[in-house]
């Protein structure tokens, strides 16, 4: 990793983090409005979902298939979530699939970095100062190098994060017809947005992999943890993911609750997504762990 780039994703920590500090007395002063909540919820569904659904589900593991556009349209909500160009996210998400909770795993709470507390930093984001998008995009990403769409969009991954920025900001002073109205709407769904769209994301990589549940037999230590599964859309079950990284839905069980999956199936219904795989209960029972 060069100095800039290891100086650039520090900044998208520390800035975010800031934020979310400046937060907690504004908060705590009622210096926010519904209007900077409702912007902040939608933006942070939007760009949850594009790396849940589009960055993950879609991109890296190709759990359904969908029209081109919107396609490109995920990868961008995707890179407005501000946790790197989408070809970097793939290639390093694939190789931690390759190589779980193993040497090569660009960021496992078990490997080469201590354990305990240690493990759990680098897991979360202390790999993002050391292996994050060194995977070598040939190899692990060759499908959307070959891409022209997604070079396109990986190559103007700024662009997108200053639009995250930029689109709060309008709709803010849009509703409120004032800046101040625009200002605080950046700040919340903007800033604070993607500090919590990152810890949400960052906690799949470390508390998933080290506290939790398991049930099926797999080669790797990743677990579930059901009180993320609504704060991160469905990710949260990522134990089962692991026993089955093509599935579009994660919560296995009807008390799963998965938020992405349910989004998928609707598109599925309305015809924008298809050859969605599913995980039959026969298949599920074959994976089971012997106790």
């Given at each position: 990793m060069t100095r800039l780039e290891r100086n650039a994703n520090i900044g998208a920590v520390i800035v975010p983090f800031v934020a979310f500090l400046v937060a907690l007395p504004l908060l705590w002063n009622s210096l926010v409005g519904w209007t900077d909540l409702a912007i902040l919820a939608g933006v942070y569904l939007a760009t949850a979902f594009g790396v849940t659904i589009g960055y993950h589900r879609l991109l890296t593991h190709r759990a359904f298939e969908t029209y081109r556009p919107l396609k490109y349209l995920l990868a961008i909500f995707g890179s407005m979530a501000v946790q790197g160009p989408v070809i970097g996210w793939v290639a390093d998400?694939?190789?931690?699939?390759?190589?779980?909770?193993?040497?090569?795993?660009?960021h496992s709470p078990h490997v080469g970095h201590g354990s305990g507390l240690k493990g759990l930093y680098h897991a979360h984001m202390g790999w993002l100062f050391d292996t994050?998008?060194?995977?070598?995009?040939?190899?692990?990403?060759?499908d959307l190098r070959e891409d022209a769409g997604m070079r396109f969009i990986n190559r103007h991954f700024i662009v997108w994060v200053a639009l995250g920025l930029l689109i709060p900001f309008a709709l803010g002073l849009a509703i409120t017809g004032e800046l101040t109205g625009g200002l605080t709407a950046l700040?919340?769904?903007?800033?604070?947005r993607i500090f919590f769209v990152h810890h949400i994301t960052w906690s799949i990589n470390s508390i998933c992999h080290f506290f939790g549940e398991r049930r099926f037999e797999t080669d790797d230590r990743s677990t579930n943890v059901f009180w993320l599964a609504l704060?991160?859309?469905?990710?949260?079950?990522?134990?089962?993911?692991?026993?089955?990284?093509?599935?579009?839905?994660?919560?296995?069980?009807?008390?799963?609750?998965?938020?992405?999956?349910?989004?998928?199936?609707g598109l599925r219904r309305v015809g924008l997504a298809w050859n969605v795989v599913r995980i039959t209960p026969e298949r599920q029972q074959q994976r089971l762990a012997t106790r």
């Open positions: 998400h694939r190789k931690h699939h390759a190589h779980t909770d193993e040497e090569g795993d660009p994050h998008g060194m995977a070598e995009s040939k190899r692990y990403a060759r700040f919340w769904a903007g800033l604070v704060p991160s859309l469905g990710e949260a079950w990522h134990h089962n993911h692991h026993a089955f990284p093509r599935a579009a839905t994660h919560g296995l069980r009807w008390w799963e609750i998965d938020i992405s999956g349910l989004v998928i199936r």
